[in-house]
């Protein structure tokens, strides 16, 4: 279908609930005469001396095929005479929600930054289109951009008196050239923050970050234009001390954490998308009149008759009208094998029609569809996390408030009660205060404990999506667990062959395998794969029908073969008798059972089940033996699920459970007291996954799945859960630690700063050691954090 037509019929069907395409649906395809004009509403060409639709705009009449379209255009003319240039495509429609990530309370129309902790604001439900990039775009620049004169300032201070090629006045003008640009472009947007934060009364990390670059540079300047300001005895190697470089690399390093910070957040976003973009674009829409025509999703009305051909998407929620098919339903149920649907069975938007034609009603569009409630429950349990830094803006906000008291206080007592020049005195000791709180130790305390444990994580094959998700996996008593794909390997594999009286068993297989050769079902490749690895001769067949869900018949070396469920046994009256018991022994242990017929008479029975991983019952074992409660949610019938169940000794389990049904587990579980984390693999444990304290994806899994999870298992091995726990008991415990130091040394370092030992030693503390205190806590935190490494 050309653009041009997709654009006419979904403006058409959108604005008349399809009610014009079937009174008009037979000028569809026809030339339009010469003197036909197109309706500004739907696009279709209409004859102004036939059509008695018409109306006036802004001296003009307007002609239109029903009356539904002149109602449209009189309602909002202006809407539907836009030229669809001028239109945005790719920004968020008028009226957009945003919020915080970090805050879910705080909720404005239109983007911005929230007012308690200065982060950007998202959308609160994002679309099926490519995400702004634009602020990680502006902090990628800026970081890169800053980063090689943050590296030449820091060397220069470090190492310029050593080179000797420049005077210490020049080299002081150099520095402060090469901070400046780093420091009021690159550093703009924490400046913005920190007013925030002083304006809203919230102070924060911004606020720690803000003040600590601004009173470093602006030292740093001062001494650099007017030396002569200072007391002699800050004056070290001909110049007064500057601190660019601490200014210039503090502002690099929080460049780099807001762009990882910023990728980070974008995958919340794309699980959504992944989702969105499941559904079909459009859908092929069946008229009164006989005629049929593909529409865009969008225009699909309740009611509406639609077409399901072979290997296409089911567009909406709908009843089977007529035909018959197998509809792989895995994407909302996690179960490899396709579901038989035919005439008064009900199919869901987005799963995939395999092998028949199906004709449906529209029962569900739009947000009503499963997929779109779907879309909706990840995004409000995404919200209902609290972030981990809310305790680190906590203490933030404290720690700034006693430290621009300690030197407000210095500066004054200084001011009133020191040694002349006693001004001078103060000011330099409440800078100093300033400077050894800098907040980089603070700053680098639980950054670097992340980056150091997801690093060790992904070579274990762990993968954190974020801190809190390190933060809270410790924390966690319950896991609730998917079955296919999770606990099981999630592909139909071979179980056994039972032959009937007067057949062997490698007859039975060989003659299943050579018919299924034409078949394109899972269970029929298992089969195949098994007679392949017997080294089997297989035949092709003379002939071959699918019977749509119930098996397959056809000729295999002049025999007539069926093979299916007990159903194609019974129309075609072939005795199961004899192996009723073994087939539903076999179903008790989880197994798909499928009948083999040849010339009208059972010849046995054949078994394909998806077998638990290997890896799994040692996982279980371990899990529960760290004290974890087990519990199995599943899609799949009661009686495989228990199959599974006992095999593993799980404490409890459920199944025949929908998407919405995990969630509401988790919710209950957690409403109880529990702290959660749900296993999963398919699109959809995505819910369950996003609400859980914990989701944990299978790397074998769907990117939905994975982009929901909190941690990724990358080998999908279940083994992986306690080494995660235990990574995220010695992180926080690292974090701590480093918290303390920072903490510790400003505990120390503050008082010091402020001249607490003057009257004992006769000595202030010179900003350059204050410096080089703040510079020791932070190596303190790095040294710390690296231990992780070594830690099993």
Known sequence: MSEASAHHVHHHGAHHGGSCCSQHGHQHGQTPSADTVKDPICGMQVDPAQTKHKTSHAGETFYFCSAGCKAKFEADPVRYLQPAAAKPVAEQPAGTIYTCPMHPEIEQVGPGTCPLCGMALEPLMPTAEAEDTSELDDFKRRFWWCLPLSAAVFILAMAGDRIGLVTPQAQSWIELALATPVVLWGGWPFFVRL?????????NMWTLIGLGVAIAYGYSVAATLVPQWFPAAFVVDGRVAVYFEAAAVIVSLTLLGQVLELRARAQTSAAIRALLQLAPKTARRLHDDGTEADVLLDDVLEGDRLRIRPGEKVPVDGLVLDGASAVDESMLTGEPLPVTKQSGDRVIGATLNTTGSLIIRAEKVGAQTMLAQIVQMVAQAQRSRAPMQRMADAIAGRFVL???????????????????????????????????????ALGLATPMSIMVAMGKGAHSGILFRDAA???????????????TGTLTEGKPRFETVAPANGFAAE???????????????????????????????LDQPAAFESLTGIGAKGSVRGRHVLIGNATLMEQVQVDVAPLRDT?????????????????????????VSDPIKASTPEAVHALRAAGLRLIMATGDSFTTARAVAAKLGLDDVIGEVKPADKLALVAKLQGQGHRVAMAGDGINDAPALARADIGIAMGTGTDVAMNNGHVTLVKGDLRGILAARV???????????????????NALGIPIAAGILYPFTGHLLSPMI???????????????ALRLRAQR
């Open 507 to 537: 007859e039975v297989l060989q003659l299943a395998a050579s018919l299924d050769q034409a078949a394109e079902h899972p269970l029929a490749q298992a089969i195949i794969a098994e007679a392949r690895q017997r080294n089997l001769t």
């Open 727 to 745: 990574l995220s008991q010695q992180t926080v415990g690292n974090m701590r630690q480093n918290l303390a130091f920072a903490l510790v040394y």
């Open 770 to 784: 204050a410096a080089l205190a703040m510079s020791f806590s932070s190596v303190s935190v790095i040294g710390n």
């Open 469 to 483: 998700a390190i933060e809270t996996m410790r924390t966690i008593d319950t896991l609730v667990v998917d079955k």
């Open 402 to 440: 006693a430290v621009v008291a300690v030197a407000i206080a210095a500066f004054f007592l200084w001011g009133w009660f020191g040694p002349e020049p006693s001004w001078v005195y103060g000011l330099i000791n409440a800078l100093s205060v300033l400077i050894i709180a800098c907040p980089c």
């Open 195 to 203: 007013v925030q934060s002083l304006a809203n009364r919230s102070p």
């Open 583 to 607: 087939a539903e022994t076999l179903r008790q242990q989880g197994a798909s059972v499928m009948h083999v017929a040849v010339d009208g008479k059972l010849a046995g029975l054949i078994a």
